[in-house]
């Protein structure tokens, strides 16, 4: 296992190639805030890379992140209470993440599947970890009330899990 202490999350400059339809919903089954949230990761795909020691992995917002964005503040909380989560990018990267706490740490599995096999095994800190996430997350939904995809009240409902003390600054009406 490699001794490190490096885990990053980069949101980085828009991908302007097209490899998927615009969001649908044509069996009305996604709400009007998973609606928004999928057209702003459509066309505002930008790259996300996830940085693990010397390991950079390549992602998008449209398809990889919208995928998991549902459960990603969720799988956050989950962590911080010293719980196991695996992140699975199946569509750009063929990659999974399994993050596992050990006190102040975080034992990281990384594998790739596909036409290339890989597993690796990282030492991280765990506040880095939970910080970065945390970052990214509020970051992307910044990006989405900026460009109206969603209301702060919403993007305070949505990063709950991992700010619970948010919740209580919501003004009624937003």
């Known amino acids: 296992m490699n001794n490190i202490q ?3 999350i980069q949101l980085a400059e828009i991908n302007f190639e097209v490899y998927t339809e ?3 919903d044509p069996l009305g089954e996604l709400s009007d805030l998973e609606m928004n949230l999928r057209r ?6 930008q790259q996300v890379f ?12 449209e398809p990889d992140i919208c995928l998991i964005l549902d459960k990603l503040p969720q799988k956050i909380a989950t962590l911080a209470q010293g ?11 063929c990659r999974v993440i399994k993050f596992i706490p050990f006190g102040d740490k975080i034992i990281c599995h990384f594998r790739s599947f596909g036409s290339f096999c890989e597993e690796k095994t990282f030492e991280l800190d765990k506040p880095i970890v939970l910080s970065e996430f945390s970052n990214f997350l509020e ?17 305070k409902l949505l990063l709950f899990p991992i700010q619970p003390q948010e919740i209580l600054a919501i003004p009624m009406g937003s």
């Open 6 to 8: 490096h885990f990053q």
């Open 22 to 24: 615009p969001p649908e």
């Open 40 to 45: 702003c990761c459509y066309e505002y795909n």
């Open 50 to 61: 996830f940085t693990i020691f010397d390991e950079k992995v390549r992602v998008f917002l």
């Open 83 to 93: 719980k196991s989560i695996e992140i699975c990018f199946t569509e750009s990267a």
């Open 139 to 155: 970051r992307l939904m910044d990006l989405a009330v900026e460009k109206s995809y969603i209301s702060i009240a919403e993007k």
